[in-house]
């Protein structure tokens, strides 16, 4: 579960109810005086959805019995890690966020959170289904945010997209539930299953649930439209409710020559999902938010976008002077921002690192033959134009873990790629730097 998302432990239903007077119908006694509710009946499951909006989102949602309850903890799963991809890649504080949520469903609740979560969003919602569109449009309105929240109807077989629709606006992220089943046998087959157990989902409509080839074939049809749009939105993402559809869409992406992509995973009690992301532009992800540990999958995550290089010394300011050194001979490169080193050890628990910097190159200047011609040429060294960078990549000293080797008090350099087009230029430039910076300090 995302560290932000309070849902960690289940809450006290007693609690609960009071904030949220219909849940009580639903409470059954435990032993410990305590109560719970039966997660099998999906009356106490559209209940307990009702009351968390309510209680920790002052939400009022209506969400009609034939149509899917979503599970407040998993969409939050969701909304938070976009959180995350936009504040580790927006260039500058933004005074407005715009997202779209494709297939909104009756209880329109992606775009409900966000917007409660944070007052820059503005979203556009679709939706195919006639009741679930008139529910939906029935909450946004009950909750005020028929400003923020455009809901559009769109036909089932037109556009997943939809961006022809808004020809003047950029998106900076579009999220998408997709249906999940090939067909009505595959729903039947599914509900006979989860019978046993213990956590039953909420059952929606079959025009919810089903779609054809699935929901990778859904995605797909995402990634076909991406390609045209390209650059009308900074990061697609859908969620996928199987591995084999990840590996399908990953698939998809990289026979498409989309590289810049990523995975993660949300996982609440027994109920694990996916979500891929992808972009044409060449701001990067950390790779906490697009790679997963799990090593049976580790052939559907892409590159690392950190490089690890350990160091022999102990001393933080004199490595930090050997990487400024070795980043500061270079014509083009500057750099644009530095934390100097912090002589205290972060306490236990923190990874912050020891010293940071961000640094941006306007060229390769440091390829054997880029610093021939420079020689050559004796040229003086470059003011680096910031609005011309090929490569910008962010250096941080991090003490090392015993588990890698050597003692605690051994340094690391992690480079990450931040922003380029070619990750063999930032390949070539961390090595370069740390080359220079381990000779200065032998
Ligand atoms: C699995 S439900 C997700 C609902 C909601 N977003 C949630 O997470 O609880 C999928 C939704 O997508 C809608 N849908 C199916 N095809 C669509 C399309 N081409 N464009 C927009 N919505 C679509 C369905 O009607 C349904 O409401």
């Not at 960690?8 to 949220?20: I, R, W």
């Not at 849940?23 to 209940?47: M, V, W, Y």
């Not at 976008?305 to 933080?316: M, V, W, Y």
């Not at 530095?338 to 941006?360: F, H, K, N």
Request: glycine residues 6%.
């Amino acid at each position: 579960m995302h560290p932000r998302n309070p849902y960690h432990n289940p809450p006290d239903f007693n609690v609960l109810a009071e904030a949220y007077p219909p849940l009580k119908a639903c409470l059954i006694p435990t032993h410990g005086g305590n109560a719970t509710i039966d997660f099998k009946d999906e009356a106490s499951q559209r209940r307990l959805t009702e009351a968390l909006l309510k209680r920790d989102f002052d939400l009022v949602v209506d969400i009609p019995d034939d149509r899917l309850c979503p599970p407040v903890p998993n969409r939050l799963n969701y909304i938070l890690w976009l959180q995350d991809v936009l504040g580790e890649t927006g260039e500058e504080p933004r005074s407005d966020v715009r997202g779209m949520d494709i297939g909104t469903g009756a209880s329109a609740i992606y775009p409900l959170l966000a917007c409660r979560l944070d007052p820059r969003c503005h979203f556009v919602a679709t939706e195919v289904d006639e009741r679930s569109y008139a529910h939906a449009l029935h909450n946004i309105t009950q909750n005020g945010l028929e400003d923020r929240i455009q809901l559009v109807r769109v036909p089932k077989d037109g556009s997943v997209l939809q961006l022809s629709l808004f020809p003047d606006f950029t998106f900076d992220f579009t999220m998408c539930n997709p249906p999940f089943y090939t067909s009505k046998a595959e729903v039947d087959a599914s509900a006979e299953a989860k019978l046993y157990k213990p956590n039953a989902v909420c059952t929606g409509g079959d025009v919810e649930m089903i779609t054809l080839g699935g929901e990778s074939a859904f995605v797909k049809r995402m990634v076909d439209e991406s390609l045209e749009i390209r650059g009308r939105c900074r990061w697609y993402t859908s969620m996928l409710g199987k591995l084999s559809s990840v590996a399908e869409v990953i698939q998809y992406l990289r026979q498409h020559e989309i590289d810049n992509y990523g995975v993660t995973e949300f996982v609440q009690g027994y109920t694990r999902r996916w979500a891929v992301i992808w972009s044409f532009g060449y701001i990067h992800l950390p790779d906490s938010l697009a790679r997963i540990g799990n090593p049976t999958v580790q052939h559907l995550m892409p590159p690392r976008n950190t490089l690890r290089q350990p160091f022999s010394t102990t001393d933080p300011s004199r490595l930090s002077d050997a990487l400024q050194a070795a980043v500061e001979n270079l014509d083009g490169v500057i750099i644009m921002n530095s934390t100097l080193p912090q002589r205290a050890a972060p306490s236990a628990g923190e990874d912050l690192p020891l010293a940071d910097m961000v640094v941006a190159a306007t060229r390769n200047s440091w390829s054997r033959a880029a610093r021939r011609k420079t020689k050559s040429t004796a040229s003086a060294m470059d003011v680096a134009d910031v609005d011309n960078v090929v490569m910008r990549c962010r250096l941080q000293i991090r003490r090392m873990d015993r588990g890698e080797g050597g003692n605690e008090d051994r340094l690391a350099v992690d480079a990450t790629w931040v922003e380029g087009k070619e990750r063999t230029l930032f390949e070539s430039f961390v090595s370069h730097v740390m080359r220079k910076a381990t000779s200065s300090l032998a």
